[in-house]
């Protein structure tokens, strides 16, 4: 057992194991740090992905019969990070982030203390943090901290499904016994993330019972849609359960009017005798913008420039009524810069969890005891992760004002993208509004995006300047490595003149997660895309593909 007991941290806090597991760990930070280029996206030299690579690693894995060295270990993981893409100011694709020091401390305080978050018993480290950051984010978002609560979960796909357990429910108590009514229905917009349409399927509520609402031009929910297809539920004696409000849509930042929301669910519930409908922000991409809550743009003690100052006021109109949905969720692995996978699912009172939480005979084993007493028994997990810890440090070393500067520099970054990328390109039209994310549309000839979003065009128009841009994302793609942007094939939905189906529109992304994109990179990004859409253009005029213009 002493060779075993060597692969452990001490358990007496001695010098030399603490000295072992620190080389190890330099070691590991040293060789990553050598592989880093920050002219490229990966680190070190990406694997050569035949067809049959992932069959090979299947052929070549086996447990070894007798454990190997540390070290050699230590080579075998670095051989995994070799060509793994690492977030630099190359990375303006998706809101995969670049973990900051202090989560990436806090993350490693949780491994070593290896807590079970569902007891505090069992992880009183995370349970405190879980604890504080509800209070913390509570309090930054308008919830009375004394009667909310929050629990950190997977994703904001694990707050969706969360909040729709939560609404279920509430409406019907006897439903964890006897099963889910079958009239009951879920509203979002037809650009919301599908962890809606997951989670009706995993509850049994089903995707028939779905329905999408129609989005503005600037891609938030259509109130007047939703107010008729709630009505149209409720006369066919359907129940309105449940409306997905969404703060922030994955490809343009759409936000969704919360308060408008809220107003139009409360005069059904008057108007027709209706149980309360249960309101979930999914604030998963822009729940961080509510740091910006109580900024004072009068004084502007950050001095934001004016351009950037428009947006943010903006935002503030929009992200301070999130207090009146029932739950919501910060996705801190998103725009807060935490490694995954870190997310708190806040719930503005705590009462509702009743509805959720096993009977004390379930859980003879934890939590029911004279001893502990935060027993998180309402959580689909057994056992948690202390992810709060990754955030708590966060909220530490950045403060509001931190985070303030962080996100703002998202918003300057992209005025400066969509400005110069409109100059120095003819034949692009930016398609969202100011966010950290700007999509954007070629056109083989001439730009026809006020044609395709009044529903001039045909089926067949729209499908070829589609195509347009699905050839050109994959010449972009197969660059990855120098600049990587984004791509969507449903960035929006438009009318057609010649169908009554409503057409995807493809496009690309620029979504700035780096503190290392800064508006000094600006000409670089758009010097690349002009490089490889002049390339991409003769190409295909050579190879005689024609696309009516």
Known sequence: MKEIQKLFPSMDGNNLQREELLSYLKTILTKIDELKDPNKLTLGEMPDYTEDYYNRVIQKAAVPQTGVSMEEVIQELLKLVEGHRYVNRNYVANAAPLPNIASIIGN????????NNLWDVEGPAAATAEIEISSMLSKLIGYDESISAGYTTWGGQGAVFNSLRLAIARYAPSSNQRGVPKNLYCFCSELSHYSLYKSVEATGIGVENMIRVKVNTDHSMNLEDLREKMEHVIAKGGVPLYVLATMGTTDTFGIDDLEGIKGIAEELERTFGIHPIYIHADSAMGGMYTFFNDYDFESNPLRLDDNVMVVLKSYQEKFKHIKLADSMVFDFHKLGQTPYITSLFLIKNRENLQYVDLDAAETPYVGNRGYGSYHTGYTLECSRMGSALAIYASLLAFGIEGYQELLAN??????????????EISNVVVTNEVSPITTFRFYPEKTKWND?????????????????NDEFAEILGAERDTVFFGNTKKQCLVDAANTNKRISIYAHKFFTISP???????????????????????????????VRS
């Open 516 to 546: 290392y994109s800064t508006i000094e990179e600006v000409d670089r990004y758009v010097g690349f895309l002009k490089e490889h859409l002049e390339f991409f253009m003769k190409t295909r005029s050579s190879n005689n593909i024609g």
């Open 108 to 115: 490693l305080v949780m491994v070593l203390v290896n807590g």
């Open 452 to 468: 395709e979003r009044n529903g001039l065009l045909t089926v067949e128009e729209i499908t070829e300047i589609n195509q347009f």
């Open 410 to 423: 998202y918003i300057r970054v992209n005025l400066a993208f969509r400005e110069t990328l409109t100059k």
